[in-house]
Nanobody, 118 residues
């Protein structure tokens, strides 16, 4: 088991930047996919960004060129750098850790709120 704790959310103006962090309670090196998802009120949860094997990244079209996902196994942490934020980025952002070799190794954090508003 691993506990994932997101942090770094808050209120930011349009055009601003913020970095989210997702810290694991133990090593995350066994999880070959780490991802950031978001869920806005009344909308389904959607994948924002993922990183596979620490190298291959994937982004939702809506955030390409603005968001960057990275992981630091030494710190048991995954980051989401968000630039040029828009009001439509407002949502709860959740972290996910998954090991594709084991369906049981699939964990979610509780989420952190991001609000983009002037």
């Amino acid at each position: 088991q691993v506990q994932l704790v997101e942090s770094g959310g808050g209120l930011v103006q349009p055009g601003g930047s913020l970095r989210l962090s997702c810290a694991g309670s133990r090593s995350i090196s066994s999880f070959n996919i780490m991802g950031w998802y978001r869920q806005a009120p009344g909308k389904e949860r959607e994948l924002v960004a993922s990183i596979f094997n620490g190298i291959m990244t994937n982004y939702a079209d809506s955030v390409k060129g603005r968001f960057t996902i990275s992981r630091d196994n030494a710190k048991n942490t995954v980051y989401l750098q968000m630039n040029s934020l828009k009001p439509e980025d407002t949502a709860v952002y959740l972290c996910r850790a998954r090991n594709t070799a084991s369906v049981r190794d699939d964990y979610w954090g509780q989420g952190t709120q991001l609000t983009v508003s002037s």
